[in-house]
């Protein structure tokens, strides 16, 4: 089994920054894709950012420019760094880790962006 655990989340202003961290434990082996999604209440959970075990990136289409993912191999840990945050971007924000055909998510980290 793998565990993924999500830190970061919080409060934050219009314009302002943060930073998430998820990391994977447990029986891991061969990680491929590790990404963030997000889900606001009422919507359907989307594809924030995935990076690839290579560093091969994908963004969703209201990110880009904004946010930037990362991923340490060596400390099984996938980042996001979020700038300019606006209002819009609230949401509890997912970690997902890819092994094996499977797909392991986190408990999710409440983002809130005030106006």
């Known amino acids: 089994q793998v565990q993924v655990v999500e830190s970061g989340g919080g409060l934050v202003q219009a314009g302002g920054s943060l930073r998430l961290s998820c990391a994977a434990s447990g029986n891991i082996f061969s990680i491929r894709t590790m990404g963030w999604y997000r889900q606001a209440p009422g919507k359907q959970r989307e594809l924030v950012a995935d990076?690839?075990?290579?560093?091969?990136?994908n963004y969703g289409g209201s990110v880009a420019g904004r946010f930037t993912i990362s991923r340490d191999n060596a400390k099984k840990t996938v980042y996001l760094q979020m700038n300019n945050l606006k209002p819009e971007d609230t949401a509890v924000y997912y970690c997902?880790?890819?092994?094996?055909?499977?797909?392991?998510w986190g408990q999710g980290t409440q983002v809130t962006v005030s106006s």
């Open positions: 990076i690839s075990s290579v560093g091969t990136v």
């Open positions: 997902a880790v890819d092994q094996s055909f499977q797909r392991y």
